[in-house]
């Protein structure tokens, strides 16, 4: 049984930096790709960042270049350090294991707002 919890949200000024984490239970969590999602008021959940079991990593053309998505499996945590952010970054991002592995229950998520 896997659960994830999302901590690290806050609010800061556009350009500003943060560090968001992804804690996980449980005993698979090394076999998984994880990705972190953001989801604003009105608009889809996007997947922004993945890092596979592997360690490889891919992102949405939107935050590439920002943000650096790492992962330590020994610790079962995943982190996402997003930099220059913009107020289009504002959005509740959650962790979550990509394809058919996802829960289907997704956390509280961390509210990350982007504003001067």
């Known amino acids: 049984q896997v659960q994830f919890v999302e901590s690290g949200g806050g609010l800061v000024q556009p350009g500003g930096s943060l560090r968001l984490s992804c804690a996980a239970s449980g005993s698979i969590f090394s076999i998984y790709a994880i990705g972190w999602y953001r989801q604003a008021p009105g608009k889809q959940r996007e997947l922004v960042a993945v890092?596979?079991?592997?360690?490889?990593?891919n992102y949405a053309d939107s935050v590439k270049g920002r943000f650096t998505i790492s992962r330590d499996n020994a610790k079962n945590t995943v982190n996402l350090q997003m930099n220059s952010l913009k107020p289009e970054d504002t959005a509740i991002y959650y962790c979550?294991?990509?394809?058919?592995?996802?829960?289907?229950?997704w956390g509280q998520g961390t509210q990350v707002t982007v504003s001067s």
């Open positions: 979550n294991p990509t394809g058919s592995s996802q829960l289907s229950s």
């Open positions: 890092t596979t079991s592997g360690g490889t990593t």
